[in-house]
């Protein structure tokens, strides 16, 4: 897994989290002080941020729909163990391919 994007990942959930810990202080619409209503600008925050954990996911193979493009199939390798001992055991081990 790509280190950066998964930094990229916990920094939008973070900053989801904090938005909408905002949005529930305050509320929805706003009035400025030139007396137009306008949404919060948290919310503005909170969606964009879900866009960004949504793509990550796909992504990281996370999501419904990038779970169908996941291939997993086994391979067999024997130990470096049960070579020595002249036993032919293998040893299961399961390769990705997102």
Not at 2 to 9: E, K, S, T, V
Not at 26 to 38: D, H, R
Not at 64 to 85: C, H, I, N, Y
Request: charged content about 25%; hydrophobic content about 45%.
């Amino acid at each position: 897994m790509d280190r950066a994007a998964l930094a990229a990942y916990c920094q939008a959930y973070g900053r989801w989290v904090e938005a909408e810990r905002k949005l529930k202080e305050t509320p929805l619409l706003i009035k400025l002080p030139s007396g137009y209503i306008q949404q919060s600008p948290w919310l503005a925050v909170a969606n964009k941020q879900l866009e960004l954990m949504h793509k990550y996911l796909a992504e990281f193979g996370l999501s419904p729909t990038s779970r169908t493009r996941v291939e997993a199939r086994a391979l067999q390798k024997t130990s470096k163990f049960a070579g020595l001992m002249g036993r032919d055991y293998a040893a299961d081990w399961l390769e990705l391919n997102v």
